[in-house]
C-alpha cells in the first residue's frame, strides 16, 4: 500500500472543518427563519428606508380577519402613480403595531403612498415610523387611509 503525503491530514482536518461550518450554518438557518409576520415588518421598514412618495387613492377597506383582536384596523386596497404607470396594491393595516383613526381610511380619499424606487409595485402607506394616511382634502374634512405588491394597471 502507498504511503500518503504528508499533507493528506491537514487537507482532511480542513475539509471536515469545512463541511462542518456549512452544516451547522445550513441548520441555523433552517430553524431560524422568520416569520411571515417579521418578513412582512422588514419589508416595510425597507420601503419606508428607501421610499419615494406619491399620491394615491383608497380605493377600498376590507375588515380585518376574525383573528386580529376587535377594532383592528383593516386591509386597504389603494392604487398610485409614478413615471406614468398605475399601481394598486393592498396592505393589511392589522399587522402594524400602531393606532389608526377609522376617519382616515375612507374609500375614494387621498393617501400619500411611498413606493421603493427599484421597484414601483413595492409600496406600504404606513409602517411602524411613518403613516401616510389622514391627509386632508381641500374641503378641510379628514382623508382615508400587510400589503401585496401593487401591479400596474392595464
Known amino acids: 500500500?502507498?504511503?500518503l503525503p504528508s499533507w493528506?491530514?491537514?487537507?482532511?482536518?480542513?475539509?471536515g472543518g469545512a463541511a462542518l461550518a456549512g452544516a451547522a450554518i445550513w441548520l441555523w438557518r433552517h430553524w431560524h427563519r422568520p416569520s411571515?409576520?417579521?418578513?412582512e415588518r422588514q419589508r416595510r421598514l425597507h420601503v419606508h428606508a428607501v421610499g419615494r412618495l406619491a399620491s394615491g387613492e383608497i380605493l377600498e377597506m376590507i375588515p380585518a380577519p376574525l383573528e386580529a383582536?376587535?377594532?383592528?384596523?383593516?386591509?386597504?386596497?389603494?392604487?398610485y402613480s409614478t413615471h406614468g404607470v398605475t399601481y394598486q396594491a393592498s396592505q393589511a393595516l392589522h399587522l402594524i403595531e400602531a393606532s389608526f383613526d377609522p376617519a382616515s381610511w375612507i374609500p375614494g380619499w387621498p393617501v400619500q403612498v411611498?413606493?421603493?424606487?427599484?421597484?414601483?409595485?413595492?409600496?406600504?402607506?404606513?409602517?411602524?415610523?411613518?403613516?401616510g394616511l389622514g391627509m386632508r382634502?381641500?374641503?378641510?374634512?379628514?382623508?382615508?387611509?400587510?400589503?401585496?405588491?401593487g401591479k400596474p394597471l392595464q
Open 36 to 39: 411571515a409576520d417579521e418578513l
Open 69 to 79: 383582536q376587535e377594532n383592528a384596523a383593516p386591509t386597504l386596497v389603494y392604487q
Open 137 to 149: 382634502r381641500a374641503s378641510g374634512a379628514v382623508a382615508a387611509g400587510g400589503s401585496t405588491p
Open 8 to 15: 493528506w491530514p491537514v487537507a482532511a482536518a480542513v475539509g
Open 114 to 131: 411611498k413606493y421603493d424606487p427599484a421597484q414601483p409595485g413595492n409600496s406600504i402607506v404606513a409602517c411602524e415610523h411613518w403613516n
Open 1 to 3: 500500500m502507498p504511503a
